[in-house]
């Protein structure tokens, strides 16, 4: 083999090359811990007699035995319906917020932006434990200094950790963590839009809240189905709030999420092949929303592309 044909041969393998590492990482830690997780949703633990000694429990095949028992289990359908509730609040509120908070940003005569603009983004950077903690404890009566201002002023101190305010208390600790991520990615596609744009609203009479209603929220619609392709899935996948504020209230169950259930089911219970199950059924359901919600976003561009 010449020289030269060696050197044809380097150069076509070298994105290879470098794609191997990436390809052997997806493969360890993404590829195969799904796939072991499917094997395990079709298979459960059968015990033979007292379950004592060897061979006394085995693992057998179960088909789809799993998944029908977690799609009748009420404890994971209850989880998905407060997931629902939890996400009507977060969802809209968060965005709402993030999109108002970008386009004061982006108007003319804002001060101080670069500080603004941390200030608003930085509690994104605390991580989500710690930022249930200290809200969890603020919600507290007896330690919180909300409830000590309002006992002073003889006003009614409402329990945010009982009953119906529940969600609220769980929603504002996502709103306050979440707004600042969405409102980088929404201010950052405004500083996109051309000046011209601008100038030339501006020219034709469009006052400040023309401009912004009719040029600038049209414009970085793909910014807002991104944010909320991303917050859905966020809050299909809600956790730790719920979980770092149980030990604070009783309101709280260890099944409240589906992915609460999916934990106690593996840990609490032992049971790695019904959770295996509820967890792909978790998976799926948000595959299946983020694809259906991404074809109808891509549908309504073409729509408006093709007027």
Same mark, same amino acid.
């Given at each position: ?23 052997? =990482? ?5 590829? &195969?811990?799904? $796939?072991?997780? !499917?094997? *395990?949703? %079709?298979?459960?633990?059968? /015990? ?104 002073? =002023? ?5 329990? &945010?950790?009982? $009953?119906?305010? !529940?969600? *609220?208390? %769980?929603?504002?600790?996502? /709103? ?117 919600? !991404? ?13």
């Amino acid at each position: 083999m010449t020289s030269a044909r060696r050197r044809s041969y380097g150069v076509k393998g070298a994105p290879y090359a470098f794609l191997l590492p990436a390809v052997i =990482l997806f493969a360890l830690f993404f590829a &195969l811990p799904i $796939g072991y997780a !499917l094997w *395990l949703s %079709l298979h459960k633990v059968k /015990v033979s007699g007292l379950g004592l000694g060897a061979g006394a429990r085995k693992e057998v095949w179960a088909g789809i035995g799993n998944y029908t028992d977690a799609l009748t289990d009420n404890e994971l359908l209850s989880g998905a319906l407060r997931v629902v509730g939890y996400g009507a609040i977060v969802v809209p509120v968060m965005l709402g917020l993030a999109l108002v908070f970008a386009l004061m940003l982006d108007a003319d005569k804002v001060r101080f932006t670069p500080f603004t603009r941390l200030a608003i983004f930085l509690p994104y950077a605390i991580p989500g434990v710690v930022a249930a903690l200290l809200w969890g404890f603020l919600y507290l009566p007896d330690v919180s200094p909300f409830y000590f201002v309002l006992d002073k =002023l003889g006003m009614p101190q409402p329990d &945010l950790l009982d $009953g119906g305010p !529940l969600y *609220l208390a %769980l929603s504002n600790i996502a /709103v306050w963590g979440g707004t600042g991520f969405n409102m980088i990615v929404i201010y950052t596609s405004l500083r996109s839009i051309p000046a011209e744009v601008y100038e030339a609203a501006k020219l034709d009479g469009a006052t400040p809240l023309q401009i912004a209603l009719r040029i600038k929220i049209p414009m970085v619609a793909p910014s807002l189905v991104l944010t909320f392709f991303f917050s859905i899935i966020a809050t299909l996948q809600v956790f730790s709030e719920p979980t770092t504020l149980k030990p604070l209230t009783n309101s709280v169950s260890t099944t409240w999420s589906p992915l609460m259930k999916v934990y106690q089911d593996a840990f609490g219970k032992g049971d790695i092949y019904s959770a295996a199950a509820e967890a792909t059924i978790i998976a799926i359901v948000t595959l299946v929303l983020s694809f259906g919600f !991404l074809r109808a976003a891509n549908s309504r561009n073409k729509q408006e592309a093709a007027r």
